[in-house]
């Protein structure tokens, strides 16, 4: 298969498209729009996001060694767009885009209340490289929207109308999986299962949401 070949560059795409919340609720606070970001252990839970030594975020979070990382959604996309090109040293990113603030349970920066999923952080290590530093994070609580709970308390994260980041572009990800963990090595009495379970599942949905709509 014939290639074209670019030099050495950020070309790991797509990217997820967070908005990190930094500082305190009451005192100084910001929003900085960041791509990159992710998982780098499961115990305990840790993250990182790679920050421009001149963005004002950086110093904030250099000097309370706390974030917040809130994804982000279609309905949130302008939001996210206008809190990653403007400067938080000029503006309340918060007051400005009509975000909530709502108070954390372990570090003093404020989550985005209309983020459906936030993830509070406490930096244990910084990295320095040449153009961003990398601080690496402990995860130490995760906050979701009771909206996305169905009612057998599964977090039904498919629904919130995430978004990515691609070359340049904002996209939305479809809400139908194109399979899950370990499909393609399931037998297919599992995968006729697991089939059964989720028709199973939508009708429970349906009929919950028939009944709700029976007693208004």
């Known amino acids: 298969?014939?290639?074209?070949?670019?030099?050495?560059?950020?070309?790991?795409?797509?990217?997820?498209?967070?908005?990190?919340?930094?500082?305190?609720?009451?005192?100084?606070?910001?929003?900085?729009t960041i791509g990159w970001t992710g998982?780098?252990?499961?115990?305990?839970?840790?993250?990182?996001?790679?920050?421009?030594?001149?963005?004002?975020?950086?110093?904030i979070v250099e000097r309370n060694g706390e974030f917040v990382i809130n994804l982000t959604t279609e309905a949130l996309v302008k939001q996210t767009d206008w809190c990653g090109v403007r400067s938080g040293r000029e503006e309340d990113k918060f007051k400005a885009m009509g975000l909530t603030k709502?108070?954390?349970?372990?570090?003093?920066c404020p989550m985005i209340g209309e983020s459906p999923v936030n993830l509070e952080c406490k930096v244990v290590e910084k990295k320095v490289y040449g153009t961003h530093d990398m601080f690496?994070?402990?995860?130490?609580?995760?906050?979701?929207?009771?909206?996305?709970?169905?009612?057998?308390?599964?977090?039904?994260?498919?629904?919130?109308?995430l978004i990515a980041y691609s070359h340049g572009h904002y996209y939305g990800l479809q809400k139908k999986p194109l399979g899950r963990f370990g499909f393609s090595v399931m037998k297919p009495k599992t995968t006729k299962k697991l089939k059964g379970q989720e028709r199973q599942n939508a009708r429970k949905q349906f009929a919950s949401k028939k009944t709700k709509k029976s007693k208004k």
């Open 136 to 161: 690496i994070a402990e995860i130490v609580a995760v906050h979701v929207n009771k909206s996305l709970m169905d009612e057998n308390d599964r977090f039904c994260l498919e629904k919130a109308g």
């Open 39 to 59: 998982i780098i252990n499961t115990e305990p839970p840790m993250t990182y996001v790679s920050i421009r030594r001149n963005r004002h975020s950086h110093d």
């Open 1 to 32: 298969m014939e290639k074209v070949t670019f030099k050495p560059g950020t070309m790991l795409n797509p990217v997820p498209a967070v908005m990190v919340s930094c500082g305190s609720t009451e005192e100084e606070h910001n929003i900085i």
């Open 102 to 108: 709502m108070a954390c349970d372990h570090v003093k």
